[in-house]
């Protein structure tokens, strides 16, 4: 039997029975349309993260306080729990002038409510001064950002989120408009910022966005807030940003930073961790890889059980079709063409299957994507490589699924088989 003579039996038993064979195609169905949708979800949480991180800046190096240990009790917090990173470490970081460094910013997050009006809205502060919109690479939507005249002055004046800006000032331009800031348990630490500028919005959500978050100089909490010192009257931040030039050997800049900051704080291991904004992004793709290959996982179970549903049917049109079998025997057909016969049927179900889940699964990928479900915006990116693997996967389920019932048939015999009701 040629093979297009084997399609042409196998689509006129498929069609025959079209209930029967539109269920059992239609785990195939959702096993496809399953590894295109949770691939597509995978790669597009690669992608959100990856942008995140570009979007801090450009060429940027991260220094962060190491965990907090108690030495009397063992008690350790988690990574930046710790209080090693001073302001002083910034300026001696800049001071040292470090080849290919260009900009060195600290900053002190605090959380703390919002007020304008009758509005309020929980917000990051980052106290910071006039380097970090430089280095951090922000646009400005209105009026400016802090200025060294900000710090210099302990100016009481703040620069919004673009987020920040919608919650507290529905109706219009916040610039010149008072917004109260209140920190630690029941707002007992309070103080009146006026606003001078506005971030553009980035769209993102997370720690890594700057939409949920206000600006103040530095200095002014300095002066204003005696618990963010340490017993040596030094002020402590939560981190340190250094940007370097586009050809310049970070690896290097790590090095010499890493000396630094150890010799400073009279220790031979280090009390800070540095990473540069590659090795975050080469640690979130690793994540993001591992996660589109558990997602795939997932999905691929559901085509395994799609494929058993195929077998099945499979063993079951052979018992119901023994006669026909051995008619097909009786007038010179050989133990390959029936083997051909009943594999070209399950091929035709897995690949018919297997058509209409690309469909589904990319049409459900391009729906999602953009939208907000359980206040997360998903993400998807439909890679063709996913299509390709999805359609040659139920192509091999459709072999698998189909060889086991079609060498049973094979081996039946004619005279037996011919004598079967």
Known sequence: MRFLDALKVSIRSVSANRLRSGLTALGIV???????????????????????LQGLGTNLIFINPGAFEETSTGRRGGPGS????????????????????????SQIDLNAQAIAGSFNEGVEIVATDDMYSTVRGLNIDEGRFITQGDVDKK?????????????????????????????GP?????????VVGTILLEGSSGVLSHDDKVFIPVSTLQARIRFIRNPTGETNVTQISIQTSDDTDQENVKLITEELLKARHSVSEPDFVIQSQEDLISAEKEVAATLSILLGSIAGISLAVGGIGVMNIMLVSVTERTREIGIRRAVGARSRDIVRQFVSEALALCLLGGLIGILLGVGLSIFVDGKNIADMDVITVIQPWSIGIAFL????????SGIYPAFRASKLDPIVALRTE
């Open 30 to 52: 959702i096993g496809v349309s399953s590894v295109i949708v949770l691939m597509a979800i995978g790669q597009g949480v690669q992608k959100g993260v990856i942008e995140r």
């Open 82 to 105: 710790g209080l090693t990173l001073t302001v002083s470490d910034a300026e001696a970081i800049e001071n040292v002038e470090i080849p290919g460094v260009i900009g060195v910013v």
């Open 155 to 183: 100016a009481l004046n703040i620069v919004l989120g673009n987020r920040v800006s919608e919650k507290l000032f529905p109706d219009g331009s916040p610039l010149g408009k008072i917004v109260r800031i209140s920190i």
């Open 186 to 194: 029941g707002g007992y630490i309070s103080f009146n910022f006026r």
């Open 393 to 400: 996967v139920s192509g091999g389920v459709g072999l698998l």
